[in-house]
């Protein structure tokens, strides 16, 4: 009897021997094991489950030959597996095996020598598996590593805690950081704002699955100093544990693709499709009013929807010195533009002030207020809720009639380079509705 086999034989007598077969038979993997002789010394459940052949009927044979292989091939498959005897490391073979039914099946072998006590070759052991099934094992692990390596979308795996385990590489570049810098880190640490909705939508996956469709997540990311608003076309996986017998969460995995430059331009098209649309209806509507300055009214009540909160006219009253002709209510109720009750009485601008900006420059003025809006928008003659102003002179015929302000209040953002186009065609149309009721 040979050194792995007289080993075999004694570990039946001993208590672990229990042990060691639970343990065989418990693997997710076929196992048979060779002793130096190519003599069948074990023979696990899985191995039977795969071929039909029981531990009864395969330990104690030499080879595969008439009964799990063909003739042709027994001498060649068992040689090539005892060739693992001399040599070093596992050694990968796939061959031909019979099922007990006389069906044929191709499997995937990983064979390494065994070493007797005095580290002489004892006999080998081989573990296999279906090729199918090794093949979709192989599959799962390079799609897993060709998405933390190649992906052209970001990938995050999240533990049951919200906090990352792994980032790829596409991932921690739109984060802007590195990828063992988020590992453990809450969101919100990089997210200034959006953290919040990630978080609720992950929880949301934990509790309830993976969702049916994609959701796009708006959030500010803190770099360095600077802050960045990105739009995230995300989706969500929820990752349970195959080896539980009920699904355990193992987290969530998030796939993500940046999407702010099509979400911006798409905004952008429906905005402006939405404000020239404004301005053709109001030019039908001014077109209707037999009085000049109801045209002009009317022009300012279409352009404010969707643009700014308040708008005013100010007209020259004398050098430098303008008075309020026009006007939203300053107060609560919104309402349309209509002329101010009591007005010609100079308005007490500040040198400084940016409708008069505008005025001596012929041109627009933006500006914003900074964290005290009531004190600026009082000390500029504005409604309260004021927090920032586009300024744009009225011209006419090579004249400037006054100065048209529109303001938005602090909940909205500040006016930018596209809005003083838009704000600036209302000023032709209102100006040119000011110099006929102007004229004689």
Known sequence: MSAFTEATSDAVSVPGADLLAALLDGMDAALCAFDADGTITHWNREAERILGWSAAEAVGRRGFEGWAARSADAEETLGRLMRAMKGT??????FVLLRKDGGRVLVRSQAAGV??????????YCAFSEVHVQLD???SVALSEALFDDASW?????????????VNAHAARAFGTGRTALLGRPLGDVVVHGAEELEAALQHVLAEGT???PAEVWVTLRTGTEERRRCWRSGFLLLSSPMAEEPVPLGVAWLFQDVTEERVAAREADRLRFRWSQLHRAGAAAAECEDPAEAATVLLDFALAGFADHALVDRPAGERRLTRT????AGAAPGPSSPVVGGGIPLRYGPRHPALQAWDRVGTVRASAGRTAEVWAEAHQWPGDAAHALCVVLRSRGRTLGVLTFLRAACRASFEREDVVYAE????????????????
Do not use: F, I, N
């Open 211 to 213: 969702p049916p469709a």
């Open 154 to 166: 970001g990938v995050v795996l999240v533990d049951a805690d919200l906090r990352p385990a792994m």
């Open 115 to 124: 070493r007797g006590a005095d580290g002489s070759p004892a006999g080998v």
């Open 89 to 94: 490391g596992r050694q990968v073979h796939e």
């Open 137 to 139: 094992l192989e599959r």
């Open 425 to 440: 065609a209302v000023a032709s149309r209102v100006a040119a509705c000011l110099d006929l009721g102007d004229a004689p």
């Open 326 to 329: 026009l006007a939203t209510p």
